[in-house]
């Protein structure tokens, strides 16, 4: 039903297997060699999911920096539901958010995971139950389990890790523990397997802890004060590394694997991009600083006056023009008549306009 997921896993799984079976000291049979392939199988997604896990940061980081206007969104818009979604959605395609961006690397993770439990749990079909079919040793050993062939079972199920099974459990049942045993290896012991799984489990359980907090002590006090984000802060820092260590016994040792190189993946991964983030908004600050330097005016420089004049300043310059031609010295046209001041000055009848002293005194009258 869900081949379309089970296949690529066990193409990823079945490449990364022949390439490490090639390392000298090591083999096909070799635990080692399928648990780093498990490993790889996780390093390759996360490769694949490199640029959405930046998208998804950068559309954390901007709901963060949205936050104040969502508040007054949804306190304008308490008592309309409609209108609050719509303007919502508006706001959003307005700085291009994206919702959606920040679940696409988690949501593409959930499928392989569950391929990769499937694919290690078709190694051994000898239970009951969903995606068993029964089978006894003989037959398992000898059933190829999506690309990989009969050879490629009876290897998976005689490699060993620290003397365990990979894709045994702590809670397996000792019908389906039986089929380990082959090519004269002995029955696996549960504390064994159990040895290997509990620090399994442990690292797992406290690398996703540590994970949820670096990325929890990244949020912005209004981003943490937010009830869904503070119950998801919490889910992320309790519930969920809780989660590995209660279901951690009924996890294949492989999972447990993939768990903890997935953390450790993401724990690096989150240091990096948000580094470079921080040294990108450092660069723009320091950007804007040196354009506000570069239109600053030197020093000693007066400052230039850039404001648009009022109407009375233009009055007040075209009354200032006037009393600067009315105080001209006089002077003649050559035709012996007196021009400059004292012919401005000269009124009809003989009566002097009045000089600059008398508009200086009506200016500060108005």
């Not at 869900?2 to 079945?14: A, C, H, M």
Request: charge should be positive.
């Amino acid at each position: 039903m869900l081949d379309f997921i089970y296949y690529p896993v066990s193409w990823i799984l079945w490449f990364w297997h022949r390439a490490f079976a090639l390392v000298p000291g090591l083999g096909k049979d070799s635990g080692i060699a399928w648990a780093l392939a498990v490993v790889f199988l996780v390093f390759t997604l996360r490769v694949l999911l490199y640029k959405p896990f930046v998208k998804q940061v950068r559309t954390t980081k901007q709901m963060q920096e949205l936050q104040p206007q969502i508040k007054e969104l949804q306190k304008k818009y308490k008592n309309d539901r409609q209108k609050m979604a719509v303007e919502m959605q508006k706001l959003q395609k307005d700085h291009g958010f994206n919702p959606l961006m920040g679940c696409l690397p988690i949501l593409a993770q959930v499928p392989v995971f569950l391929g990769l439990f499937h694919v290690l749990r078709s190694f051994n079909r000898t239970g009951h139950g969903f995606g068993q079919l029964g089978l006894s040793i003989e037959q398992n050993a000898n059933t190829p389990n999506y690309v990989f062939n009969a050879a490629d079972v009876q290897s998976f199920l005689s490699a060993r890790i620290f003397g365990a099974p990979i894709s045994a459990f702590i809670t397996i049942p000792d019908t389906e523990l039986r089929a380990f045993a082959i090519d004269g290896l002995g029955l696996p012991s549960k504390v064994g397997i159990a040895a290997v799984a509990i620090p399994l489990m442990i690292i797992a359980g406290l690398a996703t802890h540590f994970n949820a907090r670096a990325s929890v002590a990244r949020q912005t006090p209004e981003a943490a004060a937010n009830p869904q984000a503070a119950m998801m802060n919490k889910l992320a820092l309790w519930v969920f590394p809780l989660g590995v260590l209660v279901g951690g016994p009924f996890l294949p040792i492989a999972i447990l694997l993939y768990w903890v190189s997935n953390n450790i993946w993401t724990y690096g991964q989150q240091h990096l991009v948000f580094g470079r983030m921080e040294r990108e908004a450092e660069e723009k600050k320091q950007a804007k600083l040196e354009q506000r330097a570069q239109n600053a005016p030197k020093p000693g420089a007066k400052p230039v006056n850039t404001r648009k004049k009022s109407a009375g300043d233009t009055v007040d310059g075209a009354v200032d023009a006037v009393d600067a031609a009315v105080d001209a010295p006089p002077s003649t046209n050559g035709t012996g008549k007196t021009t400059g001041k004292a012919a401005a000055q000269r009124r009809p009848g003989g009566q002097k306009r009045p000089g600059n002293r008398g508009r200086a005194n009506q200016k500060r009258r108005r």
